[in-house]
Every structure is written in C-alpha cells, then in structure tokens.
C-alpha cells in the first residue's frame, strides 16, 4: 500500500492552461485513477476535474488534497485519452477543450448524481392542463414542472426537469403526493430497450463481390490488428448489408462496434435497418437527445448495456469498451468535420486514430469516397474493397444532360424546368412512379433588388444578400438567422421601391409545379420546412408510403435515403457550387451530383436522372453522369498535385474574426507574415484575405492557409506563436486543420 501512487495531476473543467497536481487523500486511494473525475480546491472554491496521471510524488512542497471522487471509474476509458492526447496536438487545442468536446455537457453534469428518476405524467393531459391553469397563479413551480411535463411522450430525468424548470425537488413531491405524477428508479438500458421495436430480418446471401468485402473485414477482426478498409461502392450495391454482417461478427467475438452516419441520416429508416437485424440494444446518439437521455445513453454504453452504437459526429468519443469495429458510413461527408470551434476535429480521422489506438478493424464506405481516403487506399494505407454491381435487379440509373441555355433560347428567358424533365415528371406521375427534384437553395427567390437604385438587399449584419421567403413573407438572411419583412423603402436610396426578386429556391419550385400540374402532390424538405422535431422524418416517411408524386428539397435528400418508388431525380443546378473558388469545389460537386443520382431506380424499374446544366461539357459534369468515380479521381489528383492541394500536402486555415475590422485584418497580417518567416520552405504561406462570407454577425473574418507536409509542425509553432504575438483579445482567433473549404 505504501507504493501506491500519492499524487494526481488533474486537468480541471476551468480554463486553467496546464494539470495541477493534487494530494490523494488515503481513504481515495483505491478511488482515483487515471480518468477518474474529481473534485478539487482551486482558489478557495471547489472545481471539477480529470485525472490524467498518478505520481508517487510532486516537485511541489505543499499539496491541497483531492476533495471528493466524483465517478466510480474512469468516466473515459484509457484508449479515449491517449486519443484525446493526440487531437490535442494534431488539432493545436489545450487538452481540456479536447476532453470538453469528448465528453458532453450531459454526461460531464450528471457524473457523481448516482441515482436517475424518471418523472412521468400519471393522468392525462387534458387533467393536467386543468391543474396547470388552477396552480399557475398560486403555486408557479409546480406549474412550471406541469408546463414542461405537458409535451412529452415518455418523461423527463428528474434532474434535467429541476435544471430546466429552475425548481426544487419538493414541488415535484407535492405533485406525486397529489397523484398527477409518478417517480421511478431508471435503470440505465432502459430508455434503449423500450421504443419502438421491430421485426427481425434474415441477412441477405450475399452476392460474390460482398463476400470478399466482407471477408477480409472478418479476417482483420479475427487477428485483432488495426486495419482500415475503404469499401468503395456505388449507390445501392449493399454496403449497409456488408456492414451488418461484419457487425455481427464483430459482436460474437464479444467485441463492440460503432457506426458512424452523418446526422442527416440518422433517420427512423437508418436505424430502422439496424434496429430489425439485431436483437440486442442499440444505442443511438444524435444531436437532439436531451441531456439526460445522452448521459442515459452513455451509462448504458459503459457498461456494455449496448453493445452497438450508432451516432454522427461526435459517437467518436462514445465510451464504447473492447472496441472491435469502427464503422464510418459515407466518410466523404463534410457534416463529419467540425469547422466552427476547436478541436477542428474530423470524426473519420478521429475514427482512424481510435481504431489504431484499439488494435480496431475500421471500415469507411463510400460511393464516393473522399479524394483523400481514395489516394490512402492507393498508397496502401488503407485497404481497398469494391462493389461495382446494385443489389438485385437495380441497375446504375440513365442520366440525361440538359443544355440549359439551349431551353433558354425557346423559352426567351430564364425557365426553371426543361422540356424534358416537365415530360419526365408528368409520364411518372400518370404511371403511379415518384421523382425527386433537387435544388441546393431553399427559400422562394435568392435575391431582392431594388428596381429604383438597382441595390441588393443585404443583411445589416452580415455580407450576405437576404433571401425571400413566400409562406411568411419574410427576407431573410441564411448566415446569421435574421429576417424582416420585405420594405416599403430601399435602405439603401431610401426612395419607395418595388422589389425585383431574381433567383430560384426550393419554396419556388414547390410553387411552380402546382402552377403546371394543378392535381400534384409535393412535399418539400429543406431547413425550412424541418425545423421542428420530428418533421424530417415525418415528410420522408409520408413520401416512402406513396403520399406525394413529387419530393422537392436540398442537400437534405441528396443522401442515403432509400426510396425504390423513386424512378426520376432532377437536379435543378448545381452550377454555382462548380464557379466556388475552393480546391473543393470540384469534389463537392461530384460527390453531389452522383449522390442525387443515386436516388433514383433502386428498386425494380430502372431509374433516370435529368441533369441540368450551363455547363454540359463539364469535365466534372461528364464524370458525374457516368457515375465514373475513377476518372474523375485520376483528373482531379492531377491538379491537387500540381499545386499542392491535398491529398498530396495538408492544409490549415487560420481564422481570425472579430467586430473591429482593422484589427482583426492586422492580426491575420501579422499571424501570416510571422509564419512566412519562420516556416521552413517545403510550407506554402498565403497572405492574409478576407474569408468568403467576410461578414458574418457583425464579427469580420480573415484567414490566412499555410500549405505543407506536416500538421503538428505548424501547430507546435502556432502555440509559440500565439504567445509571441498578442493577438488582441477582442480578436477570436481559430486553427482549421484539414479544413473542407478554403473559402468560407
Ligand atoms: P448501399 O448501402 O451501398 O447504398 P444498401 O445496403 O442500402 O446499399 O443496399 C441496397 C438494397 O439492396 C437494400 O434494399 C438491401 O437490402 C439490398 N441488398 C443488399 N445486398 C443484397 C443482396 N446480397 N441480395 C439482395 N438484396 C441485397
Ligand atoms: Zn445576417
């Protein structure tokens, strides 16, 4: 006992830059380890914190002790840590804002509350209104408690209705003893086992190309290695069932498996596949849980209560013991980077690393996989698995190219559908069939002009021209959430002016097919028409079941989404996003195009597509129809290696933003000049510009990109950096690494 460990170095919750080390108190001892968290004094009050790592002793005299051990067990497993070490250095960001982002403010509040309640209605609703408007006046809180008991299906967490109804336990009592509620002892797979339950499914006979994918899959998890295959398959040709199958596998080895999917496909129909095949329970972490619910999810994951995990981005961190698989489903999704705060972490990289760290078996998928996993697989980094053949009798849909301008001509003027989509959409609503149609635009029209001074209408608070919005006749900005309704005066002359609207976006679409097909029936998705929960998935659902001819929307139906009705895409335009100047553009636009395509004809009928451009002759374009991702691999490569780009060299973006201008410019010049000099010549140093949206909220932004070999090196030399120069605190300053676009 006497060897044991006496002193704990703890990162602490507050923003304090290095661990402190602590005095371990002899009745912890056997309580504290490595992740444990803790809680510890620091300036005469007591803060929260992790334990990184035990000494038997300190280089400093004297030592305040732990005061209290918060969790039972490490609250993140060892491989978790030494993960967080490394996105630490990769992604330039202190430690404790790596843990931060691990661990989600759910889970880090209810550490050490040992007991959760369920709290749920025990009479009716209508009762319960009743009783609400009697307490309201006399007793608030309880009718707070009511108000927020009210709208949910199955309960809060005790704790979560205290925070959020900022009330005391008592009128919770008061409520029970009045028998309007009850109060039961959770146990932590609960919330997992209930819900919906569904039909068993067998698995699929493979055909012959899924086999070998599959096969090598199941070697690697049987040797235990780290290995990362990328199995590239086109839309439709069963990587879902490949990966099933490997899960099954993987969970009779007794080992865990964590799927990755992009948030957008977090829907019923994703977890629906997985939830039919498997009888165990699946955890299923997205960004609308509560944050009871997600801690709920997480003790149930810890303690193997769930043995599959399936979430979007930050399901990375999922606390999932004896990991055997890591799944990343449509890896080249941008959703999967976070581009807004650090660590700008990428959960596939991230998923790399954590398979490597747990001798893992990862698997990315994709049909169009990003540039840079395709060159990995290349180079023999990662294993390369291919399915060239959709499942059944579904064939590659036909893709038809329409010259827009030509349609310009004969219409005289600008016209939204070409002659043969119209034809396209009408033969397949007489045949009973459906089509989609895509625009990356949501709103009615993309900009409002002035006809006297001949202005665009801008946000007041960003650089960003307003967007109209006919249901509830508003202008309103995308960047930053404003709106107002359309003016009487132009701001700018401020003469009384009609508006001109120019641009075309998804409400219009819907508009202008009812103006054509009178009878049609259109539902629309975008971020408009979704924003409330559960709405997404209620307009899907109703499209699946055959309650419209016609699904209009955005990015938002480009993918995943499995519909075999569906016999016709459209895609409307996507030639703004190829005139973007970003290395990305390119690759966004293929990824997108065959995504969108890809929608059509996955059931018996074979699909179509009617693709329109300005552009036909596109190279990009071209590939994209055929569906030819290698050729348009081997183009595009040839490029990025030309000048530099990824795959072949890493880029970082350094964003500075803030409400001064002028010092947020001089602080991008400075930060870029400082680099330029100390960067060896292999990195390729830009100067300092204002980034694409320039404006965003009132807060200015620049950017400066360094181009060059190695990550950690520029992040080691940022840290010096950001000592040395005194960037002035009104200033954010934020180090993109690998970002997705270098423009905005
Ligand atoms: P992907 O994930 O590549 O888009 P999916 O796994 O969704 O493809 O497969 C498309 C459709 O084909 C699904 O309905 C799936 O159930 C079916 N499918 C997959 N593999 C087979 C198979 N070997 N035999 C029959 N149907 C299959
Ligand atoms: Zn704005």
Redesign the pocket.
């Known amino acids: 006992m006497n060897d044991a460990p006496k002193v704990a170095e703890v990162i602490l919750e507050v923003s304090v830059q290095k661990a402190l080390d602590y005095s371990i108190p002899e009745e912890l001892i056997s309580k504290i380890n490595v992740g444990t968290w803790v809680e510890v004094p620091l300036r005469s009050r007591l803060s929260r914190g992790f334990v990184v790592q035990l000494k038997k002793s300190s280089s400093f005299p004297t030592l305040h002790p732990i005061a209290r051990a918060l969790s039972d067990g490490p609250v993140i497993t060892e491989d978790l840590f030494r993960l967080a070490l490394w996105m630490a250095s990769y992604y330039g960001t202190p430690i404790e804002k790596v843990l931060k982002t691990m661990l989600p403010s759910g889970v880090r509040k209810a550490i050490g509350v040992r007991k959760q309640y369920l709290v749920k209605r025990a009479k009716t609703r209508e009762e319960l209104s009743l009783l609400y408007q009697e307490l309201a006046p006399k007793a608030p809180q309880q009718a707070k408690i009511l108000e927020l008991l009210l709208p949910t299906k199955k309960g809060i967490l005790l704790s979560e209705l205290l925070e959020q109804g900022e009330c005391h336990p008592s009128s919770v009592k008061a409520l029970v003893e009045k028998g309007c509620l009850t109060l039961d002892l959770v146990r932590s797979q609960d919330s997992l086992v209930t819900g919906e339950s569904y039909f068993t499914t067998p698995p699929?006979?493979?055909?012959e190309e899924?086999v070998i994918a599959l096969s090598s899959i199941i070697s690697s998890l049987h040797e235990n290695r780290f290995s990362v295959k990328l199995l590239y398959?086109v839309?439709?040709?069963?990587?879902?069932?490949v990966f099933i199958q490997a899960i099954e596998t993987c969970l009779k080895q007794g080992k865990g498996a964590l799927v990755l999917v992009p948030e957008i496909a977090l829907t019923t129909q994703t977890i629906q596949r997985f939830k039919s095949r498997f009888t165990i329970p699946i955890a299923v972490l997205h960004h609308r849980l509560s944050d009871g619910e997600r801690h709920e999810a997480w003790t149930a994951i810890r303690t193997q209560g769930a043995r599959i995990v399936i979430g979007a981005r930050s399901a990375v961190f999922c606390p999932l013991p004896n990991l055997g698989l890591i799944i990343v489903d449509e890896e080249h999704e941008h959703s999967y980077k976070q581009t807004e705060d650090s660590p700008s972490y990428h959960a596939r990289d991230v998923a790399v690393m954590r398979g490597k760290l747990t001798q893992a078996t990862v698997v990315l998928?994709s049909?169009t996989p990003s540039l840079e996993s395709f060159y990995n697989a290349k180079i023999g980094k990662y294993e390369l698995l291919t399915?060239n053949e959709r499942?059944?009798s579904?064939v590659i849909p036909e893709v038809h190219i329409v010259d827009m301008r030509r349609e310009y001509d004969k219409a005289k003027g600008f016209t939204l559908f070409s002659d043969l989509l119209l034809s396209k959409v009408d033969e397949r609503r007489k045949k009973g069939e459906q089509a989609m149609l895509f625009l990356n635009r949501r709103g009615f029209h993309t900009t409002s002009t002035c006809t006297e001074c001949g202005k665009v209408l801008m946000c007041s608070r960003c650089e960003c021209a307003l967007t109209f919005h006919k249901l509830h006749n508003l202008l309103s900005c995308h960047l930053c959430g404003y709106d107002c309704a359309p003016p009487a005066i132009c701001p700018h002359c401020r003469k009384p002016s009609l508006i001109r609207y120019g641009g075309i976006g998804t409400e219009k679409v819907e508009a202008a097919l009812y103006k054509i097909f009178p009878d049609i029936r259109v539902l629309r998705a975008d971020a408009d028409s979704t924003k409330h929960k559960g709405s997404l998935e209620r307009i899907l659902n109703d499209f699946r079941t055959g309650k419209a001819d016609v699904l209009v929307g955005t990015q938002m139906i480009a993918k995943g989404l499995?519909f075999p009705e569906v016999t016709l895409v459209g895609i409307l335009n996507c030639d703004t996003t190829l005139n973007i100047p970003d290395f990305r553009a390119q690759e966004s636009v293929f990824q997108l195009i065959t995504q969108v395509a890809g929608r059509s004809g996955?059931g018996i009928t074979k699909g179509e597509v009617v693709l329109q451009t300005s552009i036909p002759d596109h190279p990009t374009i071209l590939a994209a129809s055929r569906q030819d991702y290698p050729s348009f691999y081997a183009e595009e490569t040839e490029i990025r290696k030309t000048f530099f780009f990824p795959p072949y060299n890493h880029i970082l973006k350094f964003v500075f933003s803030g409400v001064d201008q002028k010092a947020v410019e001089e602080s991008a010049r400075s930060w870029s000049e400082a680099l330029q000099k100390q960067l060896p010549s292999q990195f390729i140093c830009h100067p300092a510009l204002p980034c694409g949206h320039p404006k965003v909220n009132d807060r200015w932004r620049y950017q400066c990109l360094v181009r060059g070999p190695s990550v950690t090196f520029v992040t080691a030399l940022s840290e010096k950096l950001n000592k040395e120069l005194k960037i002035p605190s009104t200033v954010a300053y934020f180090c993109d690494v690998d970002p997705i676009s270098t423009f905005f």
């Open positions: 699929k006979n493979l055909r899924q398959g839309t439709g040709s069963g990587k879902t069932e998928g049909a399915l499942s059944g579904a499995h996955r």
